[in-house]
């Protein structure tokens, strides 16, 4: 081959390579996880603008029994399609996720129907009932050769790395203790918060469950007390109603190692930083070590630093106070890029199904007096050593 033979091959092969790097590129880019939303109620108004925005998302339709809530959502949103019925949009224009922001009490029911039509699911925590029932739902969702996450993602913010890295390069020594808490007023626009299957410890407790096993490890055993302190609530949705579901509970878990975790939340606690706790400062979690310590400031949910004393370094420092692009509503979104790019995002289903057998334990620990054992475990740790 001739030296001019050589130069026009290879400025050939270059172009042919580029063109093909820019089809595929092009690709990527026309390439979207078509999602479908049922449940059009508050939460909805937070996924949306988040899922809406993501270029690797198309919202094809949204779905609510209320119906004119999925008409008043698509024209908000611009979504071509809704629906009345989850059939009905099973039925109707293809999707590869569902995410499911309905109550509480329907997430098992609802995310069994989309898994055995062949959906990938996103569910609102919990995402079942019971362990059983959701232990069930990821075994199908695993027959299927489909995907199946649970909220919260709070594993996904820069804090929660921090912390868990913190942890694991041994910068807090053994760790002994941790405790933390989570609650408000309680939410007035539904009864379904107060009512069976509800509860503080499934729409509170679960973050700092998750956080806490997220950071220490999967929990061995657990003690814990749930109550109800007020025992009527006026809501919305259906006036006057009487609490069902715990507004009060504690929980103690014993992790690997021996360390001991403490968790508080509820629907009677005073805070100044509303339901939303906007502008919080002090630390929400905090963990213990012979070597340190270190506090999550802000929630876990709306992370808004880290603050850290070590034998090393005694003078508390802050770090990261910013959460950087974490939103606690980015679990679908961060899932569907995931299946967009066939990898496996922190949010890890097990774990998801960890938190709510510790939930179930809770209240079967608070009714029967006793110490409760468990046996779901999870890959952790979720974020390790440098």
């Keep these: 081959m001739t030296r001019q033979h050589f130069i026009v091959n290879a400025t050939l092969a270059g172009i042919g390579a580029m063109v ?33 925005a993501s270029p690797q998302v198309e919202v094809v339709s949204v779905c609510d029994i209320i119906y004119q809530r999925a008409i008043n959502r698509a024209a908000e949103y611009k979504i071509a399609n809704h629906y009345d019925h989850i059939d009905k949009q099973l039925a109707g224009a293809p999707f590869d996720l569902l995410v499911n922001l309905t109550d509480m009490q329907e997430h098992g029911r609802l995310n069994k129907i989309a898994l055995t039509k062949g959906k990938n699911v996103w569910s609102e925590k919990p995402m079942a009932n019971t362990y059983k029932e ?37 910068k807090l020594g053994k760790v002994s203790s941790a405790h933390a808490h989570y609650g408000h007023e309680g939410p007035g626009w539904s009864a ?20 806490l096993t997220g950071l220490l490890g999967p929990a061995k055993s657990l ?26 509970a504690m ?52 992370p808004a630093g880290v603050d850290m004393a070590t ?30 790019n066939n990898m496996e995002p922190l949010i890890n289903p097990e774990h998801a ?19 409760i054992s468990l046996n779901s475990t999870f ?8």
């Design 311 to 340: 034998h090393d370094e005694p003078a508390t420092k802050r770090h990261l106070p910013d959460p950087g692009n974490y939103r606690w509503q980015e679990g679908a979104t961060v899932v569907a890029d995931a299946l967009l």
């Design 192 to 211: 379904f918060f107060y009512e069976k299957g509800g509860g503080s410890l499934p729409d509170l407790g679960v973050y700092n469950i998750a956080t």
């Design 223 to 248: 003690i814990a007390m749930t109550n109800i302190i007020t025992p009527e609530r006026k809501v919305d949705n259906k006036g006057l109603i009487k609490v069902e579901a715990e507004d009060n």
């Design 134 to 170: 959701g232990r069930e739902l990821l075994d199908l969702a695993i027959q299927k050769k489909l995907k199946f996450w649970g909220a919260p993602a709070v594993v996904n913010s820069p804090q929660f790395a921090f912390m868990s890295k913190a942890i694991q390069d041994g």
């Design 379 to 386: 890959n952790w740790p979720i974020v390790g050593s440098q």
């Design 20 to 52: 093909s790097s820019l089809e595929a590129l092009a690709i990527s880019e026309s390439k979207k996880i078509k999602v479908a939303i049922i449940g059009c109620g508050s939460v909805s108004t937070q996924y949306l603008p988040h899922l809406t």
């Design 251 to 302: 929980i103690i878990m014993e992790h690997a190692g021996g360390t001991l975790s403490h968790i508080q939340c509820g629907f009677n606690y005073f805070d100044p930083y509303g339901h939303g706790g906007k502008g919080q400062e002090k630390p929400s979690i905090s963990i213990w070590g012979t070597k340190g310590n270190i506090s999550l400031v802000g929630y876990d949910w709306a």
């Design 353 to 371: 199904l960890h938190v709510l057998d510790i939930m179930e334990a809770a209240r079967a620990s608070s009714t029967t007096g006793q110490k």
